[in-house]
């Protein structure tokens, strides 16, 4: 009787299944778009026609790019146990069962298993863990299924014992087919209706779906169903229809996840390339999707600093004051100081001397600190004991506020590790410090200097990681 009823339930739910699942294509022949992926004659469909998926795979893609279909057109294609997981859902005593009885069903009947777990970069690091070796010793082959990218969100082991497959947004040409099915189909779609769809709503619908083919199901079965037919019976979805079902775009943006990562690194990049259009692209998205001002102002400061430098000292006072407006104002007139530093600093000349400090740093840390010189000590404490401070000079007690005297140890003295740039205001800097320097050298007889050359990105990266706590991602 119970099963009875389960069956009964699970009609009643497959057919108020909202449309996007319903229309969840079943076949290989049925699916529509990555080609690059599943096209004729590609690997993955051969292994999927002749059910041969012995690897592990990854599917790696945006939502609505047909990952979960994906993995259940396998399902029906493959006379291997099929199991489902959701990680948002399921924890290790779920794998736990699923696992016991992959091992019982290949012992028993030599079957093999297939386990899709949706989400899977919800797991933990230990939820991960505790399939790796199932994966490793063939118990279960891993279909995962994944928004964000699993090079950071899955373990490495894991993701080395896969193959990563990356879906793209499809093509409104596929979003097209996939609505027109919809709109056709008599079993599973509004083929038992009359609809007619104008060509401006259909392409109002691929627009905003943004190559999301649930994003534009939804937004057409809430258009044929909220519609109600004229006279003859036909369900007519004209573009204010279309405009109403889904008025704006949703911009795949997880505060958390890729997008944000990688929208944040092309914003900084089109800054520092000092592209002022592709800058305002960035930022309207990022805005857009719901980011949080402060995080790009922060952002906006640390690049002030570390690409405008002093080409442009008022680029850190420009992006600091955007800060401190708007905490002042808030949104939505806040956007404009954020705007206005953007513009600023894409415009602002360029120099990114201020990572000279690294070359110290990596001096430090590759021939450990050498003493103060006794003259630049502190002089309150042990002037009388010790000497300390004995034979400093004041500055500004010079002409010009300068003298030439001994400020680097001793063993150090004529390395050079700040090159200045020619740009803005930092080349009155270079011409300035040149003179210093060689009355410097004039002074002290210094005759052979070492000029630290610049570092490499990797480098200068490898050396932050020492200034922020571990497992930081920052944007570059």
Do not use: C
Request: overall charge negative; cysteine-free; charged content about 25%.
């Amino acid at each position: 009787m119970t099963d009875l009823f389960d069956h009964a339930m699970q009609e009643r739910l497959a057919t108020e299944a909202p449309l996007a699942a319903r229309m969840r294509p079943r076949t290989l022949d049925e699916y529509v778009g990555q080609e690059e992926i599943v096209g004729e004659g590609r690997l993955l469909r051969r292994a999927i026609e002749a059910d041969r998926l012995f690897a592990s795979i990854i599917l790696w893609g945006p939502p609505g790019t047909g990952k979960t279909t994906l993995a259940m057109v396998i399902a029906n294609h493959t006379q291997s146990h099929f199991e489902t997981l959701s990680a948002v859902l399921a924890g290790k005593p779920d794998l736990r069962k699923v696992i016991d009885a992959a091992k019982e069903r290949r012992k028993l009947y030599n079957k093999r298993s297939l386990l899709f777990v949706d989400e899977v970069h919800r797991w933990n690091k230990a939820q991960q863990d505790a399939l790796l070796p199932h994966v490793e010793n063939g118990t279960l082959t891993l279909i995962g299924a994944t928004t964000e990218n699993p090079y950071f969100e899955v373990i490495g082991a894991l993701v080395s014992r896969s193959r990563v497959l990356q879906l793209r947004p499809l093509e409104d040409e596929d979003v097209r087919i996939i609505m027109q099915r919809a709109i056709e189909d008599k079993e599973r779609g509004f083929g038992q209706r009359k609809i007619e769809l104008d060509e401006d709503g259909m392409q109002h619908l691929l627009r905003v779906a943004g190559g999301d083919a649930r994003n534009a199901l939804n937004a057409l079965e809430l258009a044929v169903e909220s519609t109600p037919p004229d006279k003859k019976g036909v369900i007519h979805v004209t573009l204010d229809v279309a405009q109403e079902s889904i008025q704006r775009r949703a911009v795949l943006y997880d505060k958390d996840g890729d997008s944000h990562y990688d929208t944040i690194s092309a914003f900084i990049k089109s800054v520092r390339g000092s592209d002022p259009d592709a800058s305002l692209y960035w930022l309207a998205k990022m805005l857009y999707a719901g980011e949080d001002p402060r995080f790009i102002l922060r952002r906006l400061i640390i690049l002030a600093g570390e690409d405008i430098g002093l080409a442009d000292p008022l680029g850190l006072v420009v992006a600091s004051s955007a800060a401190q407006a708007f905490d002042y104002i808030g949104l939505p007139e806040g956007v404009f100081p954020i705007v206005h530093a953007t513009l600023y600093l894409a415009t602002a000349p360029k120099s990114n001397t201020a990572t000279s400090y690294f070359k110290a740093f990596q001096l430090i840390e590759d021939e450990g600190i050498t003493e103060v010189p006794d003259h630049l000590k502190d002089g309150n404490r042990d002037a009388k004991a010790l000497g300390h401070g004995k034979d400093y000079q004041y500055p500004h007690s010079h002409p010009d506020h300068f003298l030439p005297q001994q400020y680097l140890p001793k063993p150090l003295l004529g390395t050079y590790f700040y090159n200045p740039s020619t740009q803005g205001y930092e080349k009155q800097v270079s011409e300035q410090l040149e003179r210093w320097r060689a009355a410097q050298r004039k002074a002290l007889g210094i005759t052979e200097t070492d000029e630290i050359p610049d570092m490499s990105e990797e480098t200068i990266q490898a050396i932050k990681r020492h200034h922020k706590p571990t497992g930081s991602r920052a944007a570059r």
